[in-house]
């Protein structure tokens, strides 16, 4: 940063200026005004070689207050020191003076020793906080354009464990010809639990970026199914109970596969992949599997992700049974006939079940119509 070499000195009094320019003019270029109006002006002037300003109160045309008033709001006052020149020591005008932006107050008659060594402590201190300011400036452009190559990076991330994601989820269909429409229902059934479950309980919060997240997250809880062999998973019948216990070891299967993506592994997604992956089908009374995790020792989004599961799989035709009409699906999760599940989940649930229904499984009008003549049955049987 290049030094200010001048000293701007204003006083009506031509000796004054005189006196003050010996003391400075070996070392500054002087600069001088014989009234407020034209040190004004060279203010403006000279702004980026001012070291200091020497400013006497009483001036015509503009006093030295009139002259810091007009400077209120110029960021000049920061980087420029502006003494006031005085001959009395008024309490009244130094608290002006400094309310003003004055750094300190030159009495007359002039002590050149003094003044000199004031003047010097007062210039190098505003050189070091200018030379410190520009330091920080400095550093906080480089940490900003890190900052940026961070999210950038993120970004990059983000779209790769996407990628990964849809590519597993792929994968998924080509396995098992359900899964494919399956997963993509899990992700909008979640999204749509975990906003209800937001209106109702207070202690259940998620940022939107979190949520997106979960939901991602939530179409991999059956990646693990790629490691069942397929005599099991496109069995039409009832699976023995061998043939079960293997069909469960997807979970556990899922977070292996997980742990073999050292991208994914190291990103925000994971943790929520991997819980999400494991634990799907505990249960809150403890009796699910694959660690018997009970209550709240299940995360909310991997309880979420596992009643969306059951209820996606009770509506949806499967190569082993018909799809389950929407009233009894409900009745059935309600009954315990799936599983135990928290209640306050299952109250948010049936709150938003007709609209989830309607939202993501009657896509074409017959459906529709179907639904509507169970519904007028059930209404004239109930009547």
């Given at each position: 940063m290049a030094m200010r070499q001048a000293?701007?000195?204003?006083?009506?009094?031509?000796?004054?200026?005189?006196?003050?320019?010996?003391?400075?003019?070996?070392?500054?270029?002087i600069l001088e005004a014989a009234n407020g109006a034209e040190a004004l002006h060279q203010i403006h002037e000279g702004r980026d070689s001012l070291a200091a300003v020497l400013l006497d109160i009483v001036m015509p045309e503009m006093d030295g207050f009139q002259v810091l008033e007009a400077l209120q709001g110029d960021e000049l006052l920061q980087r420029v020191p502006i003494f006031l020149i005085t001959a009395e020591n008024s309490q009244m005008a130094i608290r002006r003076g400094y309310a003003l932006g004055a750094v300190d107050f030159i009495v007359k008659p002039f002590m050149p020793e003094m003044i000199r060594q004031r003047m010097a402590n007062v210039i190098e201190l505003y050189r070091n906080r200018q030379r410190l300011r520009g330091i920080v400036d400095e550093q906080i452009?480089?940490?900003e354009k890190q900052a940026r190559q961070l999210e950038k990076q993120a970004q990059e991330l983000r779209e790769t464990n996407s990628a990964i994601i849809e590519t597993l989820a792929t994968v998924i269909e080509f396995r098992d010809c359900e899964s494919g429409e399956h997963v993509k229902r899990i992700r909008s059934l979640t999204m749509e639990l975990l906003r209800q479950m937001e209106k109702r309980l207070p202690q259940v919060q998620f940022d939107e970026e979190q949520l997106q997240l979960i939901c991602d997250a939530s179409v991999m809880h059956d990646v693990g199914k790629v490691a069942i062999p397929d005599y099991i998973l496109q069995k039409p019948g009832r699976l023995t109970p061998e043939e079960r216990a293997i069909m469960q070891e997807h979970t556990i299967r899922g977070c292996e596969i997980l742990d073999t993506i050292p991208r994914l592994r190291s990103s925000e997604i994971y943790p929520y992949c991997w819980d999400i992956c494991r634990h799907h089908h505990e249960r809150w009374d403890g009796k699910g599997y694959p660690d018997g995790l009970?209550?709240?020792?299940?995360?909310?989004?991997?309880?979420v992700v596992s009643l969306a599961d059951v209820y996606d799989a009770l509506v949806s035709k499967r190569v082993y049974k018909k799809a389950m009409e929407h009233e009894k699906a409900v009745e059935l999760?309600?009954?315990?006939?799936?599983?135990?599940?928290n209640p306050q989940l299952l109250d948010c649930f049936v709150e938003i079940a007709d609209s989830l229904y309607h939202k993501f499984y009657l896509d074409s009008p017959v459906e529709q119509l179907r639904y509507e003549r169970r519904n007028l049955k059930g209404e004239e049987t109930n009547g």
């Open positions: 000293i701007l000195i204003a006083d009506d009094i031509e000796m004054n200026r005189a006196i003050l320019r010996t003391f400075f003019e070996d070392t500054y270029e452009q480089e940490l009970k209550g709240d020792e299940i995360s909310i989004w991997a309880q999760i309600l009954s315990g006939g799936c599983g135990a599940f």
